[in-house]
């Protein structure tokens, strides 16, 4: 895409959204007050907003490759703070996308530089989940049941934190797990039990008294 056709399209979207509600603009720019943290993947191909059918102020998005909730990044970190505990989203979701080229990559035994220390928390979990993953004999499945591992392990993380242990006793805040599938579009819920991986994980990591 040009550039200048970006500020083109930008035109036809005022006017659109103008002519639908004069007044736009001028409610969106009251602030917001979204119901979810949605964590995905920098992936140009996978949107959250168009995923979800999403309107403007509904999500509050923070994206970043292979969809990783790592305590010491603080962009992720400062992002779920301000989210739970000033915006006080009532779910936290990670989504994860098969197909996903970080998970690709930490698959591979290769020198990629910068982004070795990144990766290497998706080869965390591969490491983990390691005699799960290598019965799986289709490379194909067994990469898009990494990335499933991977949303998983990204949850748990989310739930280590005191800023989801605190809300999630003190309103009931929700974390989800899902995958969006690129061959269909549809978002899979992965239905995981984070009721019992909290309490089999709050021995070591209960920040909350």
């Not at 006017?15 to 602030?31: C, E, I, T, V």
């Not at 998983?152 to 003190?170: D, G, H």
């Amino acid at each position: 895409m040009e550039l200048t056709k970006v500020f083109e399209n930008n035109e036809k979207w005022i006017a659109q959204k103008l002519a639908a509600d004069p007044d736009y603009f001028k409610n969106l720019s009251r602030g917001q007050s979204p119901e979810i943290l949605y964590i995905g993947c920098s992936d140009s191909r996978v949107t959250a907003e168009d995923l979800m059918g999403a309107q403007p102020g509904e999500v509050f998005v923070h994206r970043n490759i292979a969809n990783m909730v790592i305590s010491t990044d603080l962009n992720v970190m400062s992002v779920l703070n301000y989210a739970v505990n000033h915006l006080k989203v009532k779910h936290v979701v990670v989504c994860g996308h098969y197909f996903c080229g970080g998970v690709k990559a930490a698959m591979q035994a290769e020198d990629l530089g910068i982004l070795n220390p990144w990766l290497r928390n998706i080869r965390d979990v591969y490491r983990l989940h390691k005699n799960e993953l290598n019965n799986i004999a289709n490379e194909t499945e067994k990469y898009n049941r990494l990335v499933e591992l991977n949303v998983q392990e990204q949850c748990i993380n989310l739930i280590k934190t005191a800023a989801v242990q605190k809300a999630y006793k003190e309103r009931g805040l929700k974390v989800h797990g899902w995958v969006f599938d690129i061959h269909s579009g549809k978002l899979i819920d992965l239905k995981i039990d984070f009721d019992n991986l909290l309490k089999d994980i709050m021995e070591i990591y209960n920040l909350e008294k």
